[in-house]
C-alpha cells in the first residue's frame, strides 16, 4: 500500500495541499520536481507522519493554530518557508483546495487534545479488534 493510502478524510486532504504546496516550492527553489527531489521527499514523508500521528485526528485545527507543536524546529522553519512561498500561489492552481484551507484555518481549536484519536491510533486500535 502507498504510504499516503493511510490517511483519509482531513488528514488526506492537509497532506494533499501540502503536497501541492511543495511542488510548487521545489519547482522554483530545486528546479526538480517533488516527486524526484530528494530534500522535498524527506519533507514530505515528515509531514505525512506528523499528519499520521497528530492527536487531533480528524478534528485536527490547521498546523499554525494547533497548540501541540509536533514538528522538530528545522522542519517546522521548512514548513514555513513553503507555505509563505506557497500558498499565495495555491489561489490558481488549486482554487477549492485553497479556499478550504482559508475556511479551515477559521475553525476553532478544539479545548481538548483527544485521546487515542490519532489517524495512527484508530488503524491500530482497528487492527486488534479484527
Ligand atoms: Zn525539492
Known amino acids: 500500500m502507498a504510504e499516503h493510502e493511510l ?8 497532506y494533499n495541499t501540502i503536497l501541492a504546496m511543495v511542488e510548487i516550492y521545489c519547482k522554483a527553489h530545486h528546479q526538480s520536481k517533488a516527486s524526484e527531489c530528494q530534500e522535498c521527499q524527506e519533507f514530505l514523508e515528515y509531514a505525512h507522519t506528523r499528519l499520521d500521528r497528530c492527536p487531533y485526528g480528524q478534528i485536527k485545527p490547521t ?4 497548540p501541540v507543536h509536533c514538528y522538530k524546529p528545522h522542519m517546522k522553519a521548512k514548513a514555513r518557508e513553503i507555505m509563505v512561498f506557497s500558498g499565495p500561489k495555491m489561489l490558481l492552481p488549486h482554487p477549492i483546495m485553497a479556499i478550504r484551507h482559508l475556511f479551515s ?17 484508530i488503524r491500530k486500535n482497528r487492527k486488534n479488534h479484527a
Not at 490517511?7 to 492537509?14: I, M, Q, T, W
Not at 498546523?63 to 494547533?66: A, E, M, Q
Not at 484555518?105 to 491510533?121: A, C, W
Request: net charge positive.
Open 7 to 14: 490517511l483519509s478524510g482531513k488528514l488526506l486532504r492537509e
Open 63 to 66: 498546523c499554525n493554530k494547533c
Open 105 to 121: 484555518e477559521r475553525t476553532p481549536v478544539p479545548e481538548t487534545v483527544p485521546v487515542e484519536f490519532s489517524n495512527r491510533h
